[in-house]
């Protein structure tokens, strides 16, 4: 994958660093360590920790992300891409156990998002032209995607069972990319708490878990999707993940309208409504999945988020109008000069 990386990418870091940097106190004991993996930009801070004691557990963490990145590529020769090849042709595959696991966590969360997480769609995002480290330019055939449409592959297609998976429908392809950040965050948080590190910020191009503090907590910022700068910031509790899902991150424009990589599997077309839509959860992997199935909801994502037992959302509509849940409502803070129109929406 190429190491030139999109300028949202390179925004994102940006902001986060003004934000820790605007809360971080005079020397304080924090170290950084940044690298490029699943095609974005990785920082990891640990608050606390010295050098000696970091710096093994750090390059196992940038092993293990590179590793992921090669084993789930969607489009490039990995184990996934191998899998979904023997799928294609013969409708199943062996796959290693520590694949599998992740496998069976994604099922899980298709199901409980009603199929808006959709794992199953990497033939759709090839259809797209977003498998591919350039943005593509131009809208599918409507018939190609009538036709993906007619055949629609779903997770509920796939089983798996004794180290392999199989299934009847040809079309079933799968890309991880929904959920794979969240993944490695929750394993590099893992092996931090198991070398005995337990303030820590993991995040994978804006998206992150956070443990502990450093002194106080941690306060992220959260991107405006139509304006530079942070549009509400979030002071983390402990151990928790926040993840955003937007329109900005990966498009392109044909005939003045924005076309993005967050697809609706039941229309076969980039999803419609929502601008930008955050979570917080404890898990890393679940708040990845659960923040592109309530983008994809629109708004029905109350009825998601609760089947997802996701209580902290905040959407940011394509009108700029902001709703979130009551219990986001209470951890956010606006950062613009000019605070935006708020509707409260409750959980089902």
């Known amino acids: 994958m190429r190491t030139e990386l999109p300028k949202h990418l390179h925004l994102l870091a940006l902001l986060a660093a003004i934000l820790l940097a605007a809360c971080r106190p005079a020397e304080a ?25 970091a710096d093994p557990v750090l390059a196992a963490v940038e092993r293990d992300f590179h590793r992921l990145h090669h084993d789930w590529h ?22 290693p156990a520590d694949l599998m696991a992740v496998l069976e966590r994604a099922r899980a969360l298709n199901r ?10 990497g033939g759709l995002m090839a259809l797209w032209g ?8 131009r809208v599918p055939d409507a018939a190609a995607i009538e036709a993906w449409l007619a055949g629609r592959p779903r997770m509920t297609d796939l089983e798996l069972q004794d180290g392999r998976a199989r299934t009847d429908n040809p079309r079933l392809q799968l890309d991880l990319g929904a959920f ?4 490695a965050v929750d394993r590099a948080i893992a092996a931090l708490r198991a070398a005995g590190i337990d303030n820590a910020i993991v995040n994978a191009g804006g998206d992150l878990r956070a443990i502990g503090a ?30 955003t899902s937007g329109d900005y991150e990966r498009y392109f424009e044909a005939e003045g309208t924005r076309y993005h990589h967050i697809i609706d599997p039941r229309s076969g077309y980039p999803a419609r409504g929502t601008a930008s839509l955050t979570v917080i959860h404890t898990e890393a992997a679940t708040a990845d999945a659960a923040a592109p199935a309530l983008f994809v909801a629109g708004d029905a994502w109350p009825r998601t988020a609760a089947d997802m037992g996701i209580n902290r959302v905040m959407r940011v509509r394509a009108d700029g109008t902001v709703e979130m849940t ?3 409502a209470g951890r956010i803070r606006f950062e613009t000069e000019t605070e935006p129109a708020v509707m409260l929406r409750e959980l089902p």
């Open 29 to 53: 004991p924090l170290l950084e360590r940044r690298f490029i993996a699943l095609g974005t930009i990785v920082d990891i801070t640990l608050f606390g920790v010295d050098a000696e004691q």
């Open 130 to 137: 977003f498998h591919s480290n350039d943005l593509p330019d």
């Open 180 to 183: 794979a950040k969240g993944v």
């Open 112 to 121: 409980s998002s009603d199929g808006l997480f959709e794992p199953a769609i």
């Open 74 to 95: 969607a489009w490039e020769d990995s184990r996934l891409t191998a899998i979904n090849t023997a799928l294609q042709q013969g409708g199943q595959a062996p796959v």
């Open 326 to 328: 009551p219990a986001m």
């Open 214 to 243: 450093r002194e106080r907590p941690w306060r992220i910022g959260i991107r405006h999707p139509r304006a530079p700068g942070v549009l509400a910031s979030i002071e983390t509790r402990g151990d928790e993940s926040i993840f």
